[in-house]
């Protein structure tokens, strides 16, 4: 994000003011994400799609999925929200699909 200042700088506001971040609040965010426990947000998200060069898929409860990185070819990363669980407050989990073997699918139809 730091080397693509002016593709994310626009996006991201004080939360005291709601003015957009000045180069040096940007600077102490960044480090803020980056050196402690901050969870990143869907600015991160599109960072990551744009360095690992593939699309990411948002799941949420009562939402349509979002991509972002549309543009990028590939298979998506997929993420799921979580506004709220196990008091952790709003995060984002990895996932990744279940693997269904043959035995399984042919217990399941028995």
């Known amino acids: 994000m730091r080397s693509h200042s002016d593709d994310f700088l626009p996006f991201l506001t004080n939360p005291d003011t709601g003015d957009m971040l000045t180069p040096e609040e940007f600077e102490k965010y960044c480090d ?19 360095v690992l060069k593939v699309p990411i898929e948002v799941l949420q409860a009562d939402m349509q999925p979002l991509v972002i990185g549309e543009g990028i070819e590939g298979k998506p990363l997929t993420v799921v929200y979580h506004r709220h669980v196990f008091r952790l407050g709003e995060h984002y ?12 699918e042919d217990s399941t139809l028995k």
């Open 32 to 50: 803020k994400t980056a050196n402690s426990p901050t969870w990143g947000g869907q600015i991160e998200l599109r960072a990551l799609s744009e």
């Open 93 to 104: 989990n990895s996932v990744t699909p279940a693997l269904q073997n043959d035995e399984d």
